[in-house]
């Protein structure tokens, strides 16, 4: 039998693994990779960033947060993946835009205004 975990526990292990977003002294980061791992733009979290977990789910908070394109050049670069960091830049998780991360437009160019307009991180059960 596979290990499952109840609603409660689900609920729990979110809530700790956003809380990381919020160490350290200001708010923690998206940052948006290219499919190379570029960073391309980055955008700062509300401080705290995530609300509490209800079913394994916490969205975060501030939703649209904004940003801009970094060393992106040309008309543009296509967004990949991501990390979330906390303020001291440490990876917290990593993800796939589109999925866990959606974003008003997946290219972008370098100055760019970012727009995230969905961002969840979900504990499996």
Request: net charge negative; glycine share 12%.
């Given at each position: 039998?596979?290990?499952?975990?109840?609603?409660?526990?689900?609920?729990?292990a979110?809530?700790?693994?956003?809380?990381?977003?919020?160490?350290?002294?200001?708010p923690?980061k998206i940052r948006?990779?290219s499919?190379?791992?570029?960073?391309?733009?980055?955008?700062?979290?509300?401080?705290?960033?995530f609300?509490n977990?209800?079913?394994?789910?916490a969205t975060?908070?501030g939703?649209?947060l904004?940003?801009?394109?970094i060393?992106?050049?040309g008309?543009?670069?296509?967004a990949a993946?991501?990390?979330?960091?906390?303020?001291?830049?440490?990876?917290?998780?990593?993800?796939?835009?589109?999925?866990?991360?959606?974003?008003?437009?997946?290219?972008?160019?370098n100055?760019?205004?970012?727009?995230?307009?969905?961002?969840?991180h979900?504990q499996?059960?």
């Amino acid at each position: 039998m596979a290990t499952t975990l109840s609603t409660a526990a689900r609920n729990a292990a979110c809530n700790a693994v956003v809380d990381l977003v919020d160490a350290g002294a200001g708010p923690g980061k998206i940052r948006i990779k290219s499919a190379g791992a570029v960073v391309i733009a980055e955008v700062a979290f509300a401080d705290p960033a995530f609300g509490n977990a209800a079913t394994g789910v916490a969205t975060a908070l501030g939703v649209p947060l904004t940003g801009a394109g970094i060393a992106a050049a040309g008309t543009g670069t296509v967004a990949a993946t991501f990390d979330v960091t906390d303020s001291t830049d440490t990876v917290i998780w990593s993800g796939t835009v589109g999925a866990e991360l959606t974003l008003n437009n997946t290219n972008i160019a370098n100055g760019q205004v970012v727009t995230i307009t969905a961002l969840t991180h979900t504990q499996p059960a």
